[in-house]
């Protein structure tokens, strides 16, 4: 069980609060009775993703930059905690834009850093396991040494950032006493997630949806862990209350491993789509140089060891809940449908 420290206060400030991940937390947080106030610029977070808050007494949003000082500084002096989400993210983003990416968000952390340090405020900082880089450990583990591909090669971009940000975030700690709690995100996915910028579950489920082809880069042999946000974000929820969580860095993810080929291959089973499945080279798919991580498995003990936490969700649960939101968009989009829906069949037939 979660221990929770009623001596912190009740109002979070989300920075990225409209995100996939942003928009799951707020609603985790609201509906345990907490004050959100949520900052996002919607560059990539969509208003979609908060409208049902909207007229939640408990919720506030401001559209505005991280980056307006004003705005964050007006923000940090009404929050107790401060959680860090707002960054460039996805890895067609970062190839494609890497000045954005790096300013974003070494700039972006450095300003929320500043304003928690004015008030006080518990600050989780958000990072990634692109961290780990090209290691070949399995599983990766927190204190593991991590080995980035070189300068040259822009989606390194994105893991140097975020290392700048862990490492900012604990100077703070150790040098101002500020409590800042850094986690590493695995590959996160569910309802709401956009598969503009690469994530590869929503793509492939939109791209079996329409009956286009499930584009694999590479062989496919390559793996990644999948975990639920609704599980991500209970952890994030437990780091944000435990009073012994600040001062280090943890892991979140979902240890189960499912290889790109097969990823695939289940999209297309569960959605009985007829979409072949076709394989891209990653030179045609990010441009010529690209280098992609094998593997990337995360260790949790440190996470579970202190919040008990577990995921709760498997893959095949995960991808019936992306098709079922998937599904529903398409359906908002293109008016009435027959009642029985892809989805509703999908969930039938992974039991
Ligand atoms: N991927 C793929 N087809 C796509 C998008 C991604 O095969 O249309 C692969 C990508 O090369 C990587 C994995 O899926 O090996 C996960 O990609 P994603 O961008 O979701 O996250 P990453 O783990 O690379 O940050």
Known sequence: MVAIDHSLG????ITGGAGFIGSHLADALVARGYTVLAIDNLSTGSIDNIAHLLSNPLFHFARASITDET???RLASQADVIVHLAAAVGVQLIVERPVHTIETNIMGAEAVLKAALRYGCRTLIASTSEVYGKGIKVPFAE?????????SRNRWAYAASKMVDEFLGLAYQHEYGLEVVPFR???TVGPRQTG??????PRFVRQALRGEPIT????????RCFCDVRDAVAAIVGLALHPEAPGQLYNIGNPEEVSVRELAERVKALTGSASPIVHVPYSEAYGPGFEDMQRRVPDTSRLQDLLGWQP???LNEILAAVLAFEQGRMLELSGPQPTKTL???AVGRIR
Do not use: E, H, I, P
């Open 216 to 223: 694999v880069y590479g062989d496919g042999t390559q793996s």
């Open 143 to 151: 204190d593991d040494d991590v080995l980035l591909g070189a300068t």
């Open 312 to 314: 709760t969700r498997t």
């Open 71 to 73: 705005v964050l500084d």
């Open 185 to 187: 995100l695995f590959n």
């Open 10 to 13: 009740k109002t979070f400030l």
């Open 343 to 345: 989805a509703a069949r």
């Open 196 to 201: 503009q910028y690469g994530m590869v579950v």
